[in-house]
């Protein structure tokens, strides 16, 4: 009776595992970790193999560089390129980190946190703009945090005020982002 009954129970039991591991691995990019995620759409991704809390470390420190860029839209007209320029957009970014660092001094070290992003203005009027889902958001912002040569985060978050009046959230929430990580 038990050997009938055992195979059945081997393949309940690794159904139940199976579902538990993918609907756990679904989730990662549609949970978000962070309350200020849930204002507009954000995409992340962490790479946990890399060394992400001596990163962590070395940006509490000050020990960060950032490279960035801004793609303003092309077939409309630019709301953000009479407001908002790379090196505006950078020392914003930088009075918001300030609030977040547990030190000013930086240390001498030669790994620091590389900082890569960019501004990206939608262009509502882009032809290859499949529906208006696409055309409610204002923009994006496009994280990447390097350390030691390795991607450890990625982040995406849209803004939604075409003045741009919420970039400076939407920057802090990437911050935040990183930050509770470890």
């Not at 199976?18 to 992340?44: D, G, H, I, L, N």
């Not at 890569?116 to 204002?138: I, L, R």
């Amino acid at each position: 009776m038990f050997n009938k009954i055992a195979p059945i129970i081997l393949i309940c039991l690794l159904i139940f595992i199976f579902y538990a591991v993918f609907t756990k691995a679904s989730q990662s990019t549609k949970t978000k970790r962070v309350e200020c995620q849930t204002k507009t759409t954000t995409f992340e991704k962490i790479f946990v193999e890399e060394p992400i809390k001596e990163a962590i470390k070395a940006f509490k420190t000050g020990n960060y560089e950032i490279n960035s860029s801004i793609e303003y839209s092309k077939y409309m007209k630019s709301h953000l390129k009479d407001i908002l320029t790379k090196e505006q957009s950078d020392e914003l970014l930088k009075n918001i980190i300030n609030k977040y660092l547990i030190s000013m001094e930086q240390k001498n070290q030669d790994k620091k946190v590389s900082i890569n992003y960019y501004v990206y203005e939608n262009d509502k009027e882009d032809s290859g703009k499949k529906n208006s889902e696409a055309k409610k958001y204002a923009g994006y912002l496009m994280f990447d945090f390097k350390y030691d040569k390795k991607l450890v985060y990625k982040i995406q978050i849209d803004y939604m005020d075409l003045d741009a009046k919420d970039l400076e959230d939407r920057m802090d929430c990437v911050i935040n982002s990183f930050l509770s990580i470890d």
